[in-house]
């Protein structure tokens, strides 16, 4: 079964720095784009950042020159470099992938809890 395990989310002051993991496992053919979210509460889940398999990346205004998306493709893995955290960064953080199997499906990790205390 293909899943994705997301890891590294807490509670940091603001200005601190968080760096999340997110390992796809099972049997696939491969990984395509990924990308992180993010949910406030009372909030829409968006976009945080997004890398291709190529390493072209993108990322939301609110986090650029602040976080780095970067991916290990031997280890399956996408990470989320977070520094200069401010409390607004609070949320539940998302990772998703475009996994291949037969045909390509769009997986998402379970999430994990990302605090920043003023």
């Known amino acids: 079964q293909v899943q994705l395990v997301e890891s590294g989310g807490g509670l940091v002051q603001a200005g601190g720095s968080l760096r999340l993991s997110c390992a796809a496992s099972g049997s696939f053919r491969g990984l395509d784009d990924m ?3 993010r949910q406030a509460p009372g909030k829409q889940r968006e976009l945080v950042a997004s890398i291709t398999s190529g390493g072209s990346t993108n990322y939301a ?3 650029k020159g602040r976080f780095t998306i970067s991916r ?3 280890k399956n893995t996408v990470y989320l ?3 200069s955290l401010k409390p607004e960064d ?3 953080y998302y990772c998703n ?3 291949s199997l037969i045909y390509n499906y ?3 990790g379970q999430g994990t809890q990302v605090t920043v205390s003023s």
């Open 72 to 74: 290990d493709n031997a």
């Open 106 to 108: 769009l997986y998402w």
């Open 81 to 83: 470099q977070m520094n």
């Open 97 to 99: 992938a475009v996994i």
């Open 61 to 63: 205004d609110s986090v």
């Open 35 to 37: 990308a992180w979210y």
């Open 90 to 92: 609070t949320a539940v």
